[in-house]
Structure formats: structure tokens, C-alpha cells
């Protein structure tokens, strides 16, 4: 994510608790076509439109990975211009609370809650909604710094 020089001190400095990054983006066909080409997942919840009306949702569904790629971005952004190396460490705990749809606005917000200075590790509180609020998936994500 980042390779600028600095101190485990320094970056641990910048990435304070309360710091929020937001990523917007509208769900296209394209976009959900495109990561099933990419990653192999072709099935019929993401791309079998007479499929999807038979169900509960009446509609295709974008992947949960998909938003994990989009979180992806937020913590991407929230390391690019701390001094040091930061890599993700990983998310835990990663619900899907509800569908996202071809056609929404997902936006996917971070918010440092929590550093942990002797493991080098800043945890943040990541938390995706649609384009009428709702909560569509939350998650904990976990950036750690690298000497």
C-alpha cells in the first residue's frame, strides 16, 4: 500500500482515532460482469436474471467479495499518505446485512476506532450503505504497520 520512510511512532501519529475516509460508487451491470469473469463466480444470484425473479430478492444481487473490494479502496486511501509502510492485515467479522442490487450507490465509510502500538496495528470500523441508508454490510478491518 505504502512504502514512505517513517517510524512505526510517526505513522501511528497520523492514523488517529476518529480519522474517516468515504469511497462512493454506483453498482453497474459492468461492474458485477466483470469481477464474475475475473474471480470464476458466475452464479445464477449475480448473473441469471429470470433466476433472481423466482426469489426473495426478484433481482440480481452483486457479490459480497465485491464490496470487500471496495473497502479495499477506502484502506488503500487511508494508508497512502501516512509516512511508513502500511499493509491490511485483514477484516474480521464481515456481515452482508442486505442485498446490493445492480443499479445502487454503495457507499463504504471507515473510522479508525482502536491502535494497538505494540502490535503496530490501527483497526478500523468499516461500515457500507446503500443510497437510502441502509446498511448493506459492515466489517472490521485491520491495517498494520510494517518497520
Sequence with gaps: ???HSGSKEQTLETLTIGRKMTFR???????????????????PNHVDEEYMRETVY????AHGALLVGYMS?????MAL???GTVVTYGY???????PVFF????TITFEIVERDATLGKVFSRVTCTNQ???????????LKIVE
Design 81 to 83: 499518505d501516512v509516512p
Design 1 to 3: 500500500m505504502n512504502t
Design 73 to 77: 479502496t477506502v484502506s488503500g486511501r
Design 92 to 98: 474480521d467479522r464481515i456481515r452482508f446485512t442486505k
Design 132 to 142: 437510502t441508508g441502509e446498511v448493506v454490510c459492515v466489517a472490521t478491518h485491520i
Design 58 to 61: 426478484g433481482r440480481r444481487i
Design 25 to 43: 460508487k454506483t453498482v453497474s451491470e459492468a461492474d458485477v460482469y466483470l469481477f464474475a469473469g475475473i474471480t470464476g463466480d458466475f452464479h
Design 103 to 106: 443499479g445502487d450507490t454503495v
